[in-house]
T-cell receptor
Framework: EAGVVQSPRYKIIEKKQPVAFWCNPISGHNTLYWYLQNLGQGPELLIRYENEEAVDDSQLPKDRFSAERLKGVDSTLKIQPAELGDSAVYLC???????????????FGPGTRLTVL | QKEVEQDPGPLSVPEGAIVSLNCTYSNSAFQYFMWYRQYSRKGPELLMYTYSSGNKEDGRFTAQVDKSSKYISLFIRDSQPSDSATYLCAMKGDAGGTSYGKLTFGQGTILTVHP
């Protein structure tokens, strides 16, 4: 079974330019997450989708970041304009929807490493 | 102060050593406790998870949770060079709570096992 697919794997842009990342979750996983991982830190959640609905976007900097998950499958995360501090790894993860008292593993993609010059 | 604290190391041990990795947390709502392993330029992969308190063993790995102290540990027995990676603890709450659905990670501990 294919895992979470992300592209591109690496991206180098100049500040103030736009950039977009794409994620295709594991087939059948209706929950999708975008995490930000700074160097030497653990991942931090940016946004969580249940199907097409963004159910938690409280940590997404909405002045420059946007995300969409049309048709409830793959997703795109965009930054416009990018700033130097956005240099980081952007991880996508997916899972099944958990019922009460159960645990559903989040499977992570390899990430997109963004460098803003 | 962060909700989850983890010593970043780095930790360097000889092959065959017992490794102890630890995290502390402050959010009493956390009920699921996970350990992820992350190799360089890869995404995190789940090693083990524990629900509520107690111990869980899987091969050379043992996870312990002490909710009264808000302290979790991962022990690696007979460590191998292939265990060299960053180990991340992660936590989340139960369904219905505000901390459910997202993982809160520690900073990660860099482990090197040398032959």
């Amino acid at each position: 079974e294919a895992g979470v697919v992300q592209s591109p794997r690496y991206k180098i842009i100049e500040k103030k330019q736009p950039v977009a990342f794409w994620c295709n979750p594991i087939s059948g996983h209706n929950t999708l997450y975008w995490y930000l991982q700074n160097l030497g830190q653990g991942p931090e959640l940016l946004i969580r989708y249940e199907n097409e609905e963004a159910v938690d976007d409280s940590q997404l900097p909405k002045d420059r970041f946007s995300a969409e998950r049309l048709k409830g499958v793959d997703s795109t995360l965009k930054i416009q304009p990018a700033e130097l501090g956005d240099s980081a790894v952007y991880l996508c993860a997916s899972s099944l929807v958990a019922g009460s008292g159960s645990y559903n593993e989040q499977f992570f993609g390899p990430g997109t490493r963004l460098t803003v010059l | 102060q962060k909700e989850v604290e983890q010593d970043p190391g780095p930790l360097s041990v000889p092959e065959g050593a017992i490794v102890s990795l630890n995290c502390t947390y402050s959010n009493s709502a956390f009920q699921y406790f996970m350990w992820y392993r992350q190799y360089s330029r890869k995404g995190p992969e789940l090693l083990m998870y524990t629900y509520s308190s107690g111990n869980k063993e899987d091969g050379r790995f043992t996870a312990q949770v002490d909710k009264s102290s808000k302290y979790i540990s991962l022990f690696i027995r007979d460590s191998q060079p292939s265990d060299s990676a960053t180990y991340l603890c992660a936590m989340k709450g139960d369904a219905g709570g505000t901390s459910y659905g997202k993982l809160t990670f520690g900073q990660g501990t860099i482990l090197t096992v040398h032959p």
